[in-house]
């Protein structure tokens, strides 16, 4: 179904994105057991909406739990209204899943919040890159599915999550201080003059704080200009006085009935697939201020 996937409303979405990234969200990878990759809304034959589900399990406080994420919620305009709800109705009746959604627009993630989701606390970090020089300890190095002496380091879950996301894009690195090592992955995200690297997953918060400055550094020999990073990763110190802590595209989850929200990352899910930018939301008044400044130059 791609194609008429892609022709009928992912190019109406989002022109710009290449078709075979788009592609990686309709693709079996493993993750689950589950056979399908969402919903769409057809009318006569024609399918006029779409949304998209991404199922995994994943290891949460020592058990197996099954989680749903969702992407590419997208309707034509002339069937929006009611009818897009139609969409949420079987996600909302996976009733053992944990469903989480990194990309709501704000109309949309106040919608979700009526329906029992929940805005994921901490927010996001952005950290410039460091010029590159020497630093203390072993450097940050970026490794692969045959690089025998990191993966030899590496947990079994830790592996899993290597070979998971391996083929579309993702940077994994080993940080190190003495025998204990982080296992990082992240993706390089173009964005105009801004590219930068958002952290999806980090093993070892302790090791990743100690090793941010190299691992910012390690970002420069690539040109990015900024790291995005999950706040509650550097809490207890980030070894740098520079750090703009801002409010993001909202991240929903709905827990398990009965259930407090888990620790989740944005692994398995459409950001790592699609590789969407992670920017600071400009408040209200702030666009009110441009747009004033904009006119005021005519």
């Keep these: 179904?791609?194609?008429?996937?892609?022709?009928?409303?992912?190019?109406?979405?989002?022109?710009?994105?290449?078709?075979?990234?788009?592609?990686?969200?309709?693709?079996?990878?493993?993750?689950?057991?589950?056979?399908?990759?969402?919903?769409?809304?057809?009318?006569?034959?024609?399918?006029?909406?779409?949304?998209?589900?991404?199922?995994?399990?994943?290891s949460i406080e020592?058990?197996?739990?099954?989680?749903?994420?969702?992407?590419?919620?997208?309707?034509?305009?002339?069937?929006?209204?009611?009818?897009?709800?139609l969409l949420l109705r079987?996600?909302?009746?996976?009733?053992?899943?944990?469903?989480?959604?990194?990309?709501?627009?704000?109309?949309?993630?106040?919608m979700l919040v009526r329906v029992g989701f929940r805005e994921s606390s901490g927010g996001t970090l952005f950290l410039p890159a460091l010029p590159l020089r020497p630093t203390w300890g072993a450097?940050?190095?970026?490794?692969?599915?045959?690089?025998?002496?990191?993966?030899?380091?590496?947990?079994?879950?830790?592996?899993r999550i290597l070979r998971d996301h391996s083929g579309f894009g993702c940077t994994h690195t080993?940080?190190?201080?003495?025998?204990?090592?982080?296992?990082?992955?992240?993706?390089?995200?173009?964005d105009g003059p801004w590219p930068h690297v958002h952290v999806h997953y980090v093993s070892a918060p302790s090791v990743f704080r100690r090793r941010i400055a190299a691992f910012r550094r390690h970002l420069s020999s690539d040109g990015a200009r900024y790291l995005a990073v999950p706040a509650r990763l550097l809490r207890?110190?980030?070894?740098?006085?520079?750090?703009?802590s801002a409010r993001t595209a909202?991240?929903?989850?709905?827990?398990?009935?009965?259930?407090?929200d888990p620790p989740l990352d944005t692994l398995y899910s459409e950001m790592a697939l699609f590789k969407?930018?992670?920017?600071?939301?400009?408040?209200?008044?702030a666009r009110g201020i441009k747009q004033r400044l904009r006119v005021g130059r005519r």
């Design 1 to 58: 179904m791609f194609p008429e996937l892609y022709a009928s409303v992912l190019r109406e979405l989002n022109p710009h994105l290449d078709p075979s990234i788009w592609r990686r969200g309709f693709e079996p990878r493993g993750w689950s057991d589950e056979d399908h990759f969402g919903y769409a809304l057809v009318d006569q034959g024609r399918i006029v909406g779409l949304m998209g589900t991404l199922f995994s399990e994943r």
């Design 62 to 85: 020592g058990r197996q739990v099954p989680i749903c994420n969702l992407h590419s919620w997208f309707v034509l305009p002339a069937y929006r209204g009611t009818t897009s709800l």
């Design 90 to 110: 079987p996600v909302l009746a996976l009733r053992h899943h944990i469903i989480t959604d990194f990309t709501s627009t704000p109309d949309v993630a106040t």
């Design 139 to 159: 450097m940050p190095r970026n490794i692969a599915l045959d690089d025998e002496e990191s993966l030899g380091l590496m947990s079994d879950a830790d592996l």
């Design 174 to 190: 080993i940080l190190r201080v003495g025998s204990a090592y982080c296992y990082v992955v992240s993706s390089r995200i173009e």
């Design 236 to 244: 207890e110190g980030c070894g740098t006085a520079i750090a703009i």
């Design 250 to 260: 909202p991240a929903l989850i709905r827990p398990v009935s009965g259930e407090g």
């Design 276 to 285: 969407w930018p992670v920017a600071p939301v400009i408040p209200a008044w």
